[in-house]
């Protein structure tokens, strides 16, 4: 066997045992194909084993050669399923039509006499490469919609199995004080209560399934402009003070001496400080301190984290938790919509930086996001 180029580009196969005529239609094709890999067989038996790797996508078989002839080839190629993209041309010297209509109908693509123009050949196998690329895209596409098909199954049933937890309470509850609000006056504010937090739980889920689909479908407007990391920070923290006074939690920023200023969108990036802070302070202890740092990294772009004295992330999870709805601790009260952390990996994604939680920690969460601004080095120790 012998080859013309190697590597991923479009491969035809020519099984041919004339070798004069075999060189000559290499020759011809390598010639009129430059972006193809010809390769060659001297025989039925010897195209085989090369179709059986893999690779090949139009097959120019001989019909007549010793051995395996180019019919029986035809056939296995056929009853192999692993070849169901190949494109079959048949080169035969036979010049009744019902002799040719016999090859077709073997479930050849196409079927040419000897001898042949070699401009008439590429052309045919020009024909056959297209076709097989078309076949195979289509078949990515498929594969594609099913996927996308499958993802959006699954993500209406996390949905429905979301929004039902909190309207189920907020229903319950209802029921309660209507039956017994008059006879039990003191279950008001209790009821009312588990009304108002579910509502407003329902309304974080709604709020970020929207923001989700909005970021997905690409239908968010980003503005990015050069913001320095101490106002940004400044701003979340105060956002912050009565519930972390609530908790008796102590929150330290551990700034940069120089300002680092960093181009992005100041909002977006809020919202996933936010959500940080949210989960940190949501599973810290009272008394507890919640860090936050940032310095610049070497070549532009920053680092921030995030850390907390909570219980932390279980082994093995630190990735999961960046699914949607997914829970690190399943049972959990209070309140999240398991969609804060997948949000947030969205606006990092659309920045052109990352966000990951550090592994194998004793004790508590430690996030960390990486803004890019030039060949930033990125580093995976925390800031210290």
Same mark, same amino acid.
């Given at each position: 066997?012998?080859?013309?180029?190697?590597?991923?580009?479009?491969?035809?196969?020519?099984?041919?045992?004339?070798?004069?005529?075999?060189?000559?239609?290499?020759?011809?094709?390598?010639?009129?194909?430059?972006?193809?890999?010809?390769?060659?067989?001297?025989?039925?038996?010897?195209?085989?084993?090369?179709?059986?790797?893999?690779?090949?996508?139009?097959?120019?078989?001989?019909?007549?050669?010793?051995?395996?002839?180019?019919?029986?080839?035809? *056939?296995?190629? $056929? +009853?192999?399923?692993? &070849?169901? !993209?190949?494109?079959?041309? #048949?080169?035969?010297?036979? =010049?009744?039509?019902?002799?040719?209509?016999?090859?077709?109908?073997?479930?050849?693509?196409?079927?040419?006499?000897?001898?042949?123009?070699?401009?008439?050949?590429?052309?045919?196998?020009?024909?056959?490469?297209?076709?097989?690329?078309?076949?195979?895209?289509?078949?990515?596409?498929?594969?594609?919609?099913?996927?996308?098909?499958?993802?959006?199954?699954?993500?209406?049933?996390?949905?429905?199995?979301?929004?039902?937890?909190?309207?189920?309470?907020?229903?319950?509850?209802?029921?309660?004080?209507?039956?017994?609000?008059?006879?039990?006056?003191?279950?008001?504010?209790?009821?009312?209560?588990?009304?108002? *937090?579910?509502? $407003? +739980?329902?309304?974080? &889920?709604? !709020?970020?399934?929207?923001? #989700?689909?909005?970021?997905? =479908?690409?239908?968010?407007?980003?503005?990015?402009?050069?913001?320095?990391?101490?106002?940004?920070?400044?701003?979340?923290?105060?956002?912050?003070?009565?519930?972390?006074?609530?908790?008796?939690?102590?929150?330290?920023?551990?700034?940069?001496?120089?300002?680092?200023?960093?181009?992005?969108?100041?909002?977006?990036?809020?919202?996933?400080?936010?959500?940080?802070?949210?989960?940190?302070?949501?599973?810290?202890?009272?008394?507890?301190?919640?860090?936050?740092?940032?310095?610049?990294?070497?070549?532009?772009?920053?680092?921030?984290?995030?850390?907390?004295?909570?219980?932390?992330?279980?082994?093995?999870?630190?990735?999961?938790?960046?699914?949607?709805?997914?829970?690190? !601790?399943?049972?959990?009260?209070?309140?999240?919509?398991?969609?804060?952390?997948?949000?947030?990996?969205?606006?990092?994604?659309?920045?052109?930086?990352?966000?990951?939680?550090?592994?194998?920690?004793?004790?508590?969460?430690?996030?960390?996001?990486?803004?890019?601004?030039?060949?930033?080095?990125?580093?995976?120790?925390?800031?210290?």
């Amino acid at each position: 066997m012998s080859a013309g180029k190697t590597g991923a580009e479009p491969c035809v196969l020519v099984a041919e045992d004339d070798a004069e005529m075999r060189a000559a239609m290499v020759a011809a094709l390598a010639t009129a194909l430059p972006d193809a890999r010809v390769l060659a067989a001297d025989g039925g038996a010897q195209a085989w084993e090369v179709l059986r790797q893999g690779g090949v996508d139009v097959l120019l078989a001989d019909v007549v050669m010793p051995g395996l002839g180019g019919l029986e080839l035809l *056939q296995r190629a $056929r +009853r192999e399923p692993t &070849l169901g !993209n190949l494109y079959v041309v #048949l080169i035969t010297g036979l =010049a009744l039509p019902e002799e040719l209509f016999a090859a077709m109908d073997h479930g050849a693509d196409d079927c040419l006499l000897k001898p042949c123009r070699w401009d008439e050949l590429a052309v045919r196998v020009r024909v056959g490469l297209r076709r097989v690329g078309n076949a195979r895209s289509m078949a990515e596409r498929a594969l594609v919609l099913e996927r996308l098909y499958d993802q959006q199954r699954d993500f209406l049933s996390l949905v429905s199995h979301e929004i039902r937890g909190p309207l189920a309470a907020m229903l319950s509850a209802a029921s309660a004080l209507k039956r017994y609000g008059r006879e039990r006056p003191e279950s008001l504010d209790r009821f009312a209560t588990v009304i108002q *937090q579910e509502g $407003r +739980r329902l309304t974080r &889920l709604i !709020n970020n399934l929207l923001d #989700l689909a909005k970021i997905e =479908a690409g239908q968010i407007e980003w503005n990015v402009e050069p913001i320095a990391l101490e106002e940004l920070v400044r701003r979340v923290a105060g956002s912050f003070e009565a519930l972390l006074g609530e908790r008796n939690l102590t929150f330290k920023v551990d700034g940069w001496d120089s300002p680092v200023v960093v181009a992005l969108d100041a909002d977006k990036i809020t919202q996933v400080l936010v959500n940080l802070l949210v989960n940190s302070i949501g599973h810290s202890p009272d008394g507890a301190t919640v860090w936050m740092r940032y310095r610049p990294l070497d070549g532009g772009g920053a680092r921030i984290e995030v850390e907390d004295e909570g219980a932390g992330i279980p082994p093995g999870a630190e990735e999961r938790i960046f699914d949607r709805f997914h829970q690190a !601790n399943p049972g959990d009260t209070r309140g999240g919509s398991g969609l804060g952390l997948t949000i947030s990996r969205q606006i990092l994604e659309r920045h052109g930086g990352r966000i990951w939680a550090e592994p194998n920690r004793p004790r508590g969460a430690l996030f960390i996001m990486e803004l890019p601004g030039g060949a930033a080095e990125r580093t995976d120790g925390p800031v210290r």
